[in-house]
T-cell receptor
Framework: QKEVEQDPGPLSVPEGAIVSLNCTYS??????FMWYRQYSRKGPELLMY????GNKEDGRFTAQVDKSSKYISLFIRDSQPSDSATYLC??????????FGQGTRLTINP | DAGVTQSPTHLIKTRGQQVTLRCSPK?????VSWYQQALGQGPQFIFQ???????QRGNFPDRFSGHQFPNYSSELNVNALLLGDSALYLC????????????FGPGTRLTVL
């Protein structure tokens, strides 16, 4: 079993839809949770960074962490074609290595 | 403020050869981590350097080695290349000895023929 599980998709939604991306994990020691966006053939770009449980909002993006269920989510409101990319969840403990999910390929159709 | 930079952008090698990839961290960052990303997969941790020493290592053979210089830049070396080493190699930098968020460079795409 992988430490971090993420549905690879692909996921295709119409422009303006609300998108929900999710990851589950098995290591209860993870404390820091991140979402990265990766465009084709580029490096991952940090979108959201959350410590422990709770919600964090930044513009159209909301990250949620539920440590009791070992489940994290990223919501994108009013999705735009420019949001089309691969979304990677990642997590770690302190200064330790990042452990990534497989990534979900998302396409927003105009 | 320049972000994380990596060179070269692309590289083509043949099996058995050796390769060196380079990374300059974001200004103010002191920790460099290297990741390997195969096509369609999430990045896998190779190793992390802090204060010019390897501090953590992932599940990679010792054909993979690295170095960090006094200016915090870093190199990744891979010896005896295999076809399976073909991947995007990502460098990430962070501050506070690695306790801060990791920011990624654009990557080096390595193709082994």
């Amino acid at each position: 079993q992988k430490e971090v599980e993420q549905d690879p998709g692909p996921l295709s939604v119409p422009e303006g839809a609300i998108v929900s991306l999710n990851c589950t994990y098995s290591n209860s020691a993870f404390q820091y949770f991140m979402w990265y966006r990766q465009y084709s053939r580029k490096g991952p770009e940090l979108l959201m960074y959350t410590y422990s449980s709770g919600n964090k909002e930044d513009g159209r993006f909301t990250a949620q962490v539920d440590k009791s269920s070992k489940y994290i989510s990223l919501f994108i409101r009013d999705s735009q074609p420019s949001d089309s990319a691969t979304y990677l969840c990642a997590m770690n403990q302190g200064a330790q290595k990042l452990v990534f999910g497989q990534g979900t390929r998302l396409t927003i159709n105009p | 403020d320049a972000g994380v930079t990596q060179s070269p952008t692309h590289l083509i090698k043949t099996r058995g050869q050796q390769v060196t990839l380079r990374c300059s961290p974001k200004s103010g960052h002191d920790t460099v981590s290297w990741y390997q990303q195969a096509l369609g997969q999430g990045p896998q941790f190779i190793f992390q350097y802090y204060e010019e020493e390897e501090r953590q290592r992932g599940n990679f053979p010792d054909r993979f080695s690295g170095h960090q210089f006094p200016n915090y830049s870093s190199e990744l070396n891979v010896n005896a290349l295999l076809l399976g080493d073909s991947a995007l190699y990502l460098c990430a930098s962070s501050s506070l000895g690695g306790f801060d968020t990791q920011y990624f460079g654009p990557g080096t795409r390595l193709t082994v023929l």
